[in-house]
């Protein structure tokens, strides 16, 4: 719940799901950016196009804090796959700075994408690249 008293408005959302925290930070977000309530709306950013070949030095997959991301560069843009139904893609902020619109995150990688940050929009989570599985089948 979020309310604005002195303004006479506010939203509860309530969930029943295994991604309802998910849900419930998009359409508060979604919310706020409508009725203008700046400390929860996001600001808008301005994408930095990038290269492919900028994007492909982001590529891999990452895990940290029990959780994992396959970062995947197509001519489009950097997209994640967090096991979702669909891969988000990322707005780029600098060459090594992103933005997902969708959780609401900032992600900083290190000078050499051997890792990344979240320094934005959630827990303080480093995510180092994960050694490529070279097992046979």
Excluded at 26 to 53: C, F, H, M, N, Q
Excluded at 104 to 131: L, M, N, W
Aim: include cysteine; hydrophobic fraction near 40%; proline fraction near 8%.
């Amino acid at each position: 719940m979020i309310a604005y008293v002195d303004r006479g408005e506010g939203i509860v959302l309530l969930t029943n799901g295994g991604q309802g925290r998910r849900l419930m930070d998009e359409v508060v977000r979604a919310v706020a950016t409508d009725y203008g309530w700046p400390d929860i709306a996001p600001p808008s950013v301005e994408e930095k196009p990038l290269t492919l070949a900028e994007r492909a030095k982001c590529a891999g997959a990452f895990a940290g804090g029990g959780l994992s991301v396959v970062l995947e560069a197509r001519p489009d843009g950097l997209f994640a796959n967090t096991g979702g139904p669909q891969p988000e893609r990322l707005l780029a902020l600098s060459a090594t700075r992103f933005r997902s619109e969708g959780m609401g995150v900032t992600v900083q990688f290190v000078p050499d994408y051997s890792s990344f940050d979240v320094v934005e929009g959630g827990p303080p989570i480093k995510f180092h690249r994960a050694e490529p599985d070279t097992r046979t089948q």
